[in-house]
């Protein structure tokens, strides 16, 4: 019976440590060195496909102003504006507007407020987030249902069976296709983060999650939060007692020696993309998860990223299959200081339907990337 007792004690602690190691060996380490800043080479040197979609302005009273999330599913393009225009537009992938979904009602089938949306790719719905609702509607515009959650949340992510939310009260819920909790994490202190872009994204079979100024991304699969990706800022990283800090007082002291704050994370099968911030300026680095080589750039080198230069956040907003999805405002097009730099040259032509002087929805554009070798 002993022999028993032992053989089940050691069972247990060999699967555990073979737990570990599977999951050490499965997290991807991306080392992020400052050193190693692209001064030389622009990043249209490393893009093997871009598309332009020009997205259509129907009516001077539906013009998206700035773009939270982009989903794009078989022949839709779904944006979301949270700032002005509080609502969805839905495009075709030619950029013909189809129709949107905007907040402002209080009938069946609209809403009052939104905070996020996304799209369940497996039932082809449209979910809005108006906290504390998901309203469903077909892909058409439909309005199907409307379900009531038990908790407040801010963010919000769908890949069937899993939705995920993130909320000021709590760090993560995911649920099941029941709205059965299957995780719940909060957070040990009361500081509650500030507003950063999209951090839950679905992947593959998997959500995605970050934290605020937290260097690891994890992944929700099989019911478990796992660690997945570790931003390697070296000994220029943030401690613990350093994040908590800068979120006491909302980054008015960040540290300019410093790198972090991964404000924008997105993730496609060959590549990462992310921005972290460093001497008050964003960063981003395009990483390829095959070579394990990565390109950096400021992203305010106009002369450089001469795709998705940006003077105050990076642009990127969404990924599509093996593309990453930037969006440009008709305005960057037409900043005087740009005037002559390859961004303003690349992108003034897809604006050229457009004009300047009256307001029109933005471009975006399609960016698949190289080996980098």
Known sequence: MKKLGFSLIFLALFACKQEKKELSESILVVPVDIKNLNKN????????????ISLETRDSSLIIRSIDKVQIDGDKIFVLDTYLFRGVMVFDTSGKYLYHLQAGGGAEGEFEHISDFDIDRKSKHLIIHSTPNLMYYSYSGKFLRKERLSFVATNFCVNYPIKAFIGQEFDLIAVDSNHK????????????PLSFIQPLQAMNEKILYRHYLNDTIYA??????????????????????EAKQIMKNKDRNFPSNKMGRIKYYFETNQYIYFAFLYNQVYHIVYYDKKSKK??????????NNDITYESVMPRIVGTFEDYFVA???????????????????????????????????????????????
């Open 41 to 52: 080479e622009k990043l249209s040197s490393f893009i093997e496909d871009i598309k332009y």
């Open 181 to 192: 909790k299957i995780l719940e994490l909060f957070r040990k202190d009361s500081l509650h």
């Open 220 to 241: 929700i699969k099989n019911n478990r939060l796992i660690p997945h990706v570790f931003i390697d800022f070296g000994d220029k990283k943030i401690g613990k007692e």
């Open 294 to 303: 990565s390109i950096l750039f400021k992203a305010d080198d106009a002369e």
């Open 327 to 373: 969006a440009v405002f008709i305005e960057d097009v037409y900043l005087k200081k740009l005037v002559h730099s390859p961004f303003q040259i690349n992108l003034s032509k897809s604006f050229s339907k457009k004009s300047v002087d009256k307001p029109e929805n933005p471009n975006l554009i399609l960016i698949k990337m190289k080996p980098i070798e």
